[in-house]
């Protein structure tokens, strides 16, 4: 099985009707150990929306798990959201890049952390 061409992905999450602002986007975390592959995922998601999207990056899985686990916690804490709209409920992570392979903890590891977190 071929994976999804990211262009096609894009095209279609261009082509929605509704306007999409960066509160719906946002944040994106990145959880890699390998430095040039941060700052390509980086690039590629800030270049595919014309919108601003904040993008975390986190270098093992533990530290992408704390990292996970600090902004849940004190994204709890808060009453409302930074894009004005009173109790945001898109404040938490929506996407997060996982690398398998990595030093300290992988990211099976990882990933079972923040499902049970």
Known sequence: MKPKR???????????DQPIDSCQLSPILVIEDNKFNQEALKMIIKSS?????????????QKGFNTFRERTQSQLSR????????ECPNRFYKLIFM??????MDGF??????NEF
Do not use: H, Q, W, Y
Not at 8 to 14: D, F, H, M, P, Y
């Open 109 to 114: 590891e990882s990933t079972r952390l923040i």
């Open 49 to 61: 929306f014309e919108i601003g999207c904040d993008v975390d990056v986190a270098d093992d899985g």
């Open 79 to 86: 009453t409302s959201c930074d894009c004005g709209s009173g």
């Open 99 to 104: 690398d398998i392979n990595m030093p300290v």
């Open 6 to 16: 990211p262009s096609k992905t894009l095209s279609r999450l261009r082509e929605i």
